[in-house]
């Protein structure tokens, strides 16, 4: 299995970006897809999710209303777009995939930087 995020770089405060993620090796329908971030000298937080089985969440109250999945799974792709953008949602972006009645996320790819400048 592999994941690979792209999409990232450098965006004005109030502007879009979309990042991507592409799997390999895996039938994407049978997983939950995640987005994670990690600011500098911060945890690692989780973003928000589709689920193997249709529909998405967003969990981060700090990016609901502004950030949203969505996959192909003909594609193996998965989509992180983000509006508004905030100086505060400069971070490295990491694409996660979690099989569908499994506890945690299994599979990791390198993350994108995404850099929002004020």
């Known amino acids: 299995v592999q994941l690979q995020a792209s999409g990232g770089g450098l965006v004005q405060a109030g502007g879009s970006l979309r990042v991507s993620c592409a799997a390999s090796g895996i039938n994407l329908r049978g997983y939950t897809m995640g987005w994670f971030r990690q600011a500098p000298g911060k945890e690692r937080e989780f973003v928000g999710q589709?689920?193997?089985?249709?529909?998405?969440?967003i969990q981060a109250d700090s990016v609901k209303g502004r950030f949203t999945i969505s996959r192909d799974n003909d594609k193996k792709m998965v989509y992180l777009q983000m509006n508004s953008l905030k100086p505060e949602d400069t971070a490295v972006y990491y694409c996660a995939a979690r099989r569908q009645f499994s506890a945690g996320y299994g599979y990791w790819g390198p993350g994108t930087q995404v850099t929002v400048s004020s």
């Open positions: 589709s689920n193997w089985n249709g529909g998405s969440t």
